[in-house]
């Protein structure tokens, strides 16, 4: 409905549209005459920008705050030395709503015993302590944000946190391979959108995406190597809201 607000002569029986946001992936195919649609298959996959977050924190700030270091304390009769229980942090780490229930002393005190031990992994255990103590995971996940979405305009992009001395050069192709898994459940959604619409990507006309996520250029690229000319660029983070709007306008009126 919005795209059709501002492209009237659109032309097109099957429309394909693809919402990427934040939390979900989700896919609708539509038979169109003229400003009516008929649904023939809507498919989804739990996959969204967030989760793209949380791989890019795992991938890039993880090795940099203690992942993988060792830990040496004393036993009863020797002092051992064992890697450093980072998987208790990583949930945890991941959830910036729940990552202040890490200043307890069970997650603090082996932290502070590492940094104490003045070890070959020190300056990742400060950042650690640093990004517990002062609470920055929500800082932390906007400056991803904000690569992630730099890297949609530019080949290269730096993501730099200076409360927790992190300075780190992103290319979109290092990018791409990370996420390389996640773009290949997208792939495997839409294909399985169109099975269930009993459709090749051929017989679809117009291709609809929005959500944030739908501008990762890499997306893109899928979209249109399945559909050549003919995925369209539509206002990706208020069009459903629009179409809404549109759509309850348009029934309020043939009611009066």
Same mark, same amino acid.
């Given at each position: 409905?919005?795209?059709?607000?501002?492209? /009237?002569?659109?032309?097109?029986?099957?429309?394909? %549209?693809?919402?990427?946001?934040?939390? #979900?992936?989700?896919?609708?195919?539509?038979?169109?005459?003229?400003?009516?649609?008929?649904? =023939?298959? #809507?498919?989804?996959?739990?996959?969204?920008?967030?989760?793209?977050?949380?791989?890019?924190?795992?991938?890039?700030?993880?090795?940099?705050?203690?992942?993988?270091?060792?830990?040496?304390?004393?036993?009863?009769?020797?002092?051992?030395? %064992?890697?450093?229980?980072?998987?208790?942090? !990583?949930?945890?780490?991941?959830?910036?709503?729940?990552?202040? %229930?890490?200043?307890?002393?069970?997650? @603090?005190? /082996?932290?502070?015993?590492?940094? !104490?031990?003045?070890? /070959?992994?020190?300056?990742?255990?400060?950042?650690?302590?640093?990004?517990?103590?002062?609470?920055?995971?929500?800082?932390?996940?906007?400056?991803?944000?904000?690569?992630?979405?730099?890297?949609?305009?530019?080949?290269?992009?730096?993501?730099? @946190? /200076?409360?927790?001395?992190?300075? @780190?050069?992103? #290319?979109?192709?290092?990018?791409?391979?990370?996420?390389?898994?996640? =773009?290949?459940?997208?792939?495997?959604?839409?294909?399985?959108?169109?099975?269930?619409?009993? =459709?090749?990507?051929?017989?679809?006309?117009?291709?609809?995406?929005?959500?944030?996520?739908?501008?990762?250029?890499?997306?893109?690229? =899928?979209?249109?190597?399945?559909?050549?000319?003919?995925?369209?660029?539509?206002?990706?983070? #208020?069009?459903?809201?629009?179409?809404?709007? @549109?759509?309850?306008? !348009?029934?309020?009126?043939?009611?009066?």
């Amino acid at each position: 409905m919005s795209y059709l607000a501002v492209n /009237p002569g659109a032309v097109g029986e099957h429309v394909l %549209t693809l919402d990427f946001g934040g939390g #979900t992936l989700d896919f609708c195919v539509l038979k169109r005459s003229g400003a009516r649609f008929e649904v =023939l298959t #809507t498919h989804g996959v739990s996959l969204g920008g967030d989760h793209i977050d949380q791989r890019l924190f795992r991938a890039l700030l993880f090795p940099l705050l203690g992942k993988g270091e060792m830990w040496r304390r004393r036993g009863m009769d020797r002092e051992i030395e %064992t890697r450093f229980p980072f998987e208790d942090y !990583e949930d945890l780490l991941l959830n910036w709503a729940v990552t202040y %229930t890490l200043n307890q002393n069970r997650y @603090i005190t /082996p932290v502070v015993d590492c940094i !104490e031990q003045c070890g /070959p992994g020190v300056a990742k255990f400060r950042r650690l302590y640093e990004l517990i103590r002062h609470n920055l995971s929500y800082l932390v996940f906007q400056a991803i944000k904000d690569v992630k979405a730099r890297l949609s305009d530019a080949t290269e992009a730096t993501l730099d @946190i /200076p409360e927790i001395d992190v300075e @780190i050069v992103l #290319t979109r192709a290092e990018f791409e391979s990370i996420i390389a898994d996640q =773009l290949a459940q997208v792939a495997e959604s839409l294909d399985a959108t169109l099975a269930l619409a009993g =459709l090749s990507h051929d017989q679809i006309d117009i291709v609809l995406r929005t959500g944030g996520s739908s501008l990762i250029p890499a997306v893109h690229r =899928l979209l249109d190597e399945r559909f050549p000319q003919r995925v369209v660029d539509h206002d990706p983070f #208020t069009s459903v809201a629009a179409g809404l709007a @549109i759509a309850n306008y !348009e029934r309020l009126e043939a009611c009066s």
